[in-house]
């Protein structure tokens, strides 16, 4: 296998020679022809899918939509050509000590390798968010698909080895492994020309891969997106006013697909109180009268069972809703706990993910309680306010500790969904992933695979295009300390 992944790893190292050098515009015609391509084969993908992953028909034809809509985006912001952030600093030859000309902007760093996800075949996966951004930055990308959608990963592939015919790009700029070894993903995060890895999936899986990058003598980044219970915070007054429309709302994000999104609502928190009582009914029945459906995978639903038990089965935790599970194991039957904030704080194990449908209540005597809860988690994807503006006038603390938890804060809405967007951020400060400066969805995903490069004392002909002084791609610039887009 070292032999193998050697070979891809050249392979995409001389693709990644050609591909850097591609202008904007054209790699930006290579996304929209690789989009084109999946939407040609949109049918079947769905079919397979559907068949690999047990997720329903009009999921899946959204993914497929959103995939798409992914590449489209990132066509547009290297299109355009502003996302490099050229700065320009002129040359004062006559200051005391001479200034030199410098200029910045940031260039692809090399050929990167992502692993897909299962949770989202098409979104996170072989031509997902990952892959997209970083064909967008100009690297080359080795994708190692998920093995519980193998056929699904192959299909996808097929599709943008048809854009790269098209467009006339390098064989290699994309390459394709279907091997589930560990194996094979140690050998490539482990090589010296991989630069950087990404990946979206279980924690246990993304600690391994940072492991193997720590352990190269040149090591790399691991852009890894892993574990969040993304904490909703109930207010006082929001739950008195609507506690059963609260209820009705986080029964749905919980079970939705079965628990399987990264933004699942898996912790909720409140101050004690009558309202709180009836809220923790209502989202009890609520959570009974969803329709059950297959998870994923029976590895995805082992796990869910194995850390759904770890939790019930620790001391001051309370089970609100059955536990019983059908004879389908796949199928498990979405549940509530409630724990006390004393019980919560002291024991680590009650801030751990279950990726399922299941979320724990943490019961709090007041608003130090409730403020302490907070302090006792890492790092979110998401954290929730459920929320009057009375609420937020009255709790100025809680919204800070939330604001300083997680990649994303959100008033009176689901955390579930993720909207493809500029002004997304997708990310947070471990364990949700390991570098809280980056995100995973929108225009700023690009930059986990580039660096900054300063040239300083070049002749405009040497230039790239980005940083001469005619500004032939029109594109916005910082040029001593103005932004412009105009000629220098």
């Not at 580039?450 to 230039?463: H, N, S, T």
């Amino acid at each position: 296998m070292s032999q193998i992944i050697s070979t891809v790893m050249q392979q995409a190292q001389e693709a990644f020679e050609h591909y850097r050098q591609v202008s904007g515009k054209n790699r930006a015609i290579f996304l929209e022809t690789i989009a084109e391509e999946i939407e040609g084969l949109k049918d079947s993908l769905v079919a397979i899918a559907h068949q690999e992953t047990n997720l329903p028909l009009p999921r899946l034809q959204g993914e497929i939509g959103r995939t798409t809509g992914q590449l489209r985006m990132f066509a547009r912001l290297i299109a355009e050509g502003s996302w490099v952030e050229a700065c320009i600093d002129t040359a004062k030859p006559n200051r005391v000590p001479p200034k030199p000309d410098t200029r910045k902007m940031l260039v692809p760093i090399g050929p990167v390798a992502i692993f897909g996800a299962s949770n989202f075949p098409f979104a996170f996966s072989t031509a997902g968010g990952d892959t997209a951004s970083a064909l967008a930055a100009g690297v080359s990308v080795v994708i190692k698909a998920h093995p519980a959608h193998p056929e699904t990963s192959a299909l996808m592939f097929s599709a943008m080895e048809k854009a790269i015919v098209r467009c006339q790009m390098h064989p290699f700029t994309i390459q394709h492994l279907n091997d589930a070894s560990n194996e094979t993903g140690k050998a490539l995060v482990m090589h010296p020309l991989t630069t950087a890895v990404g990946f979206t999936g279980s924690q246990a899986g993304g600690k391994a891969l940072k492991a193997y990058a720590d352990q190269r003598e040149v090591p790399i980044p691991v852009f890894a997106e892993m574990s969040s219970i993304n904490p909703v915070v109930l207010f006082p007054e929001s739950l008195n006013q609507t506690n059963t429309t609260l209820a009705k709302t986080l029964a749905g994000s919980i079970s939705l697909g079965m628990g399987q999104f990264c933004t699942k609502p898996g912790l909720l928190l409140a101050i004690d109180s009558p309202a709180l009582s009836t809220f923790s009914e209502t989202l009890e029945h609520e959570l009974t009268q969803v329709a059950l459906h297959p998870m994923l995978h029976t590895g995805i639903a082992k796990a869910f069972d194995k850390a759904r038990y770890t939790i019930t089965s620790q001391a001051g935790v309370a089970s609100e809703a059955s536990l019983a599970v059908v004879e389908d194991l796949e199928k498990p039957t979405p549940s509530l706990a409630k724990v006390s904030a004393k019980d919560f704080i002291e024991n680590p194990l009650l801030h751990e993910e279950a990726f399922g449908p299941f979320a724990l209540l943490v019961i709090c005597q007041d608003v130090q309680e409730l403020s302490q809860a907070l302090k006792a988690l890492g790092g979110q994807l998401t954290t929730t306010l459920m929320a009057t503006e009375q609420d937020v006038e009255n709790y100025p603390e809680i919204l800070s500790l939330q604001c300083s938890l997680a990649g994303r804060v959100i008033l009176n809405a689901a955390p579930t969904g993720v909207e493809v967007a500029a002004s997304m951020v997708h990310g947070g400060a471990y364990p949700s992933t390991f570098d809280a400066r980056y995100t995973s969805v929108g225009t700023s995903a690009i930059k986990r695979w580039v660096r900054p490069i300063c040239l300083q004392g070049f002749k405009d002909w040497m230039l790239p295009e980005e940083l001469k002084d005619g500004n032939p791609l029109k594109i916005w610039r910082l040029v001593n300390d103005t932004f412009t887009n105009e000629t220098i």
